[in-house]
């Protein structure tokens, strides 16, 4: 920093679940280089639970962009405003929170060139999906200032998740993510079917996810007619999940929140692809992980950095052509141990 005081930095991600966790990276690095520096993180709505008591992060600022978005924002500007940050790093590549940096009066602002209003940043940095992890895209806003070694994200689920979730650690168990939002990333409910099936060997099925998994996980848990699956859905909150996974044999997720979580805990993980691939920077960060996907190549994979609401071509096979067997082998390896 050159000699500047770094008294107060704020990050800024106000994406989804996933993003936030993955930006925890950034907490953790900047902690390592000044760790008498008050790190706040600016998020979405609906969010903040995940950072609840977190024992870096200073303040948690709420951005609610469903209601008055407009007037919401100008509120967030005024709070950042008032903070006077040293610093401030801005993930997002979109407008809105471009805004937010640009109005923040902060000494330093950083950003991606991306973002429209990068012109403005004190510092832009080349946003490139080719050959990076998310992590490492991220930790290039800082790199400057701390080194060239991207901090892996991290969550602190407290002593009341861990005392939560105890009651469902009596025995060996594996935790199972099957929702995302996004229909081409959901390994199809067919597929969860046939892979619990073919789980011979006894132990405890978690199905997790937020309330809004509910139906779809109870929907698999009863279709598998077998005692060793629970739906958990809605009766664990984030922290709770995060804690729980911590403590599984192994997680198996989608591309999707879930594997983030499992990766700030460090987790054992068996990540399942559909329509995205690894190579857009977003795959497992835990020691032990193992991906899963369609060995074909196919002329439509991927459809979209994201995921879509329904397969473009009406064929879904890059979910429906995925062999399980290789998920098994992994379940069987890791209760035999």
Not at 296 to 319: D, T
Not at 321 to 334: L, P, Q
Request: charged share 25%; proline share 4%.
């Amino acid at each position: 920093m050159g000699g500047q005081t770094l008294r107060r930095v704020l990050i800024i991600q106000t994406a989804f679940l996933g993003d936030v966790i993955l930006a925890t990276g950034l907490v953790e690095k900047i902690h390592q280089h000044y760790p008498d520096t008050e790190i706040d993180f600016l998020l979405r709505k609906g969010n903040e639970s995940l950072l609840e008591n977190h024992p870096i992060i200073n303040e948690i600022i709420i951005f609610n962009k469903s209601e008055t978005k407009y007037l919401n924002l100008l509120k967030v500007i005024r709070k950042i405003r008032h903070k006077k940050y040293d610093l401030i790093a801005n993930i997002q590549r979109y407008f809105t929170t471009g805004i937010i940096t640009i109005f923040s009066n902060a000494a330093i602002t950083i950003g991606f060139d991306k973002n429209p209003l990068s012109y403005f940043f004190s510092k832009k940095i080349k946003h490139d999906f080719d050959g990076y992890h998310e992590i490492e895209r991220n930790h290039e806003l800082i790199a400057w200032f701390t080194d060239n070694n991207p901090a892996k994200p991290r969550l602190y689920p407290q002593k009341k998740n861990l005392e939560k979730v105890a009651r469902y650690q009596d025995n060996s168990y594996i935790c199972i993510a099957p929702a995302s939002v996004w229909f081409t990333k959901q390994f199809p409910v067919e597929k969860w079917l046939e892979l619990i099936s073919k789980i011979t060997l006894h132990i405890q099925v978690y199905l997790i996810g937020g309330p809004d998994d509910y139906l779809l996980c109870e929907e698999i848990c009863k279709k598998s007619k077998s005692t060793q699956v629970s739906n958990l859905c809605g009766a664990i909150d984030l922290l709770d999940t995060a804690a729980l996974m911590g403590g599984a044999v192994l997680n198996i997720v989608n591309d999707s929140a879930p594997m983030h979580i499992a990766s700030a805990m460090n987790a054992p993980t068996c990540a399942i692809y559909c329509s995205t691939l690894p190579a857009l920077g977003y795959g497992p960060l835990s020691a032990e992980s193992r991906i899963v996907e369609i060995k074909e190549h196919l002329y439509c994979r991927p459809c979209g950095i994201h995921g879509r609401k329904n397969c473009p071509e009406g064929h879904f096979r890059c979910a429906y052509d995925i062999n399980i067997e290789e998920i098994i082998e992994m379940i069987n390896n890791k209760i035999k141990k």
